[in-house]
């Protein structure tokens, strides 16, 4: 199978979305070429200053692919990366905010605030004569882009990036300074439009061997909310994994998407979202014994 084939996206509307009548906010890509793969997710805010949360996760998730094809045409080795990595992880979270405020900013012009979105947004931002142009648009972001020998990811906000080993296994990746808001209601998180926005989008870069197989996988909160721990999102993932190997990406993408409606019915009732990223096929399928 020709490793293009290993990847998918795939975004479902919410059951509680479809309840209220409110489009899909969740937005996700996947995209690949012989140099790289890249995947995202993007979660629009629910709540009503967000109206336009919907156009803000798909702005983000563009501007973030455009500013990753740019570091990976620019960083085609870790050799190359690893140079003055942190100054040109700095500009990558700059270029990526001023790439997601341009699009705001030309669509806005384009299709200016409407009476009827100020007052359903609430009393005091229809009364604003001032306001973030960005607010609106609230969206977190994700994002794996898988280079040769190295592997670099971005997180804001909420969601999980999982990364599946060679060996078959999973596990969560964390960054350590990132704030984890367990002790807040369910709409606390992160945003790309907050006034310090450049402050928690958090980088990781690292070398990785060329041919290793691993797979990174990244998801929703609507999806990594819905289970008690981390062990049951990682067994979720990767039977998604498995399953479009056995089948194919168009059939995969099409079940997949039917059972996290299933899902989303009976947990969260929140958007679903998937991505996946991987330079080489996942080459492993360990059973439930752990034998390969």
């Known amino acids: 199978m020709d490793f293009p084939e290993q990847l998918f996206a795939v975004s479902v509307r919410g059951a509680s979305h479809i309840k209220a009548g409110t489009p899909m906010q969740d937005y996700s890509l996947s995209a690949v070429t012989e140099r790289y ?31 990753l094809v740019a570091f990976a045409d620019a960083n085609p080795t870790w050799e190359r990366a690893r140079e003055g990595l942190d100054e040109k992880l700095s500009r990558l979270r ?70 599946f080993m ?24 992160d945003s790309l439009c907050q006034p310090n926005a450049y402050d928690v989008i958090f980088t990781h870069a ?17 999806i990594s909310e819905a289970f008690v721990n981390d062990d049951y999102l990682i067994r979720l993932l990767k039977s998604y994994i498995d399953h479009r190997m056995q089948v194919g990406r168009e059939q995969a993408e099409a079940e997949i998407a039917e059972n996290l409606f299933k899902l989303s019915q009976k947990t969260t009732e929140d958007d679903m979202s998937l991505a996946f990223a991987a330079m080489e096929a996942y080459r492993y399928d360990v059973r439930e014994d752990g034998e390969q």
């Not at 690292?206 to 609507?222: F, H, I, N, Q, T």
């Open 206 to 222: 690292v070398p990785r061997e060329k041919g290793d197989g691993s797979l990174y996988a990244l998801c929703s909160d609507g």
């Open 94 to 163: 700059l270029a990526i905010l001023a790439e997601w405020e341009h699009k705001i900013e030309g669509y806005t012009l384009m299709n200016p605030f409407t009476e009827e979105e100020r007052k359903k947004a609430s009393p005091s931002f229809a009364a604003r004569e001032k306001y973030s142009l960005t607010q609106p648009y609230g969206t977190t972001l994700l994002a794996a882009l898988v280079m040769g020998d190295y592997s670099l990811l971005l997180m804001v906000g909420d969601g999980a990036i999982v990364r």
């Open 37 to 67: 793969s890249i995947a995202i997710v993007c979660d629009g805010h629910g709540a009503a200053k967000h109206f336009r949360s919907e156009f803000g996760s798909k702005f983000a998730a563009e501007a973030t692919q455009e500013k």
């Open 166 to 189: 060679p060996d078959g296994k999973g596990e969560v990746v964390t960054f350590p300074s990132k704030k984890v808001y367990d002790d807040q209601p369910h709409s606390a998180t």
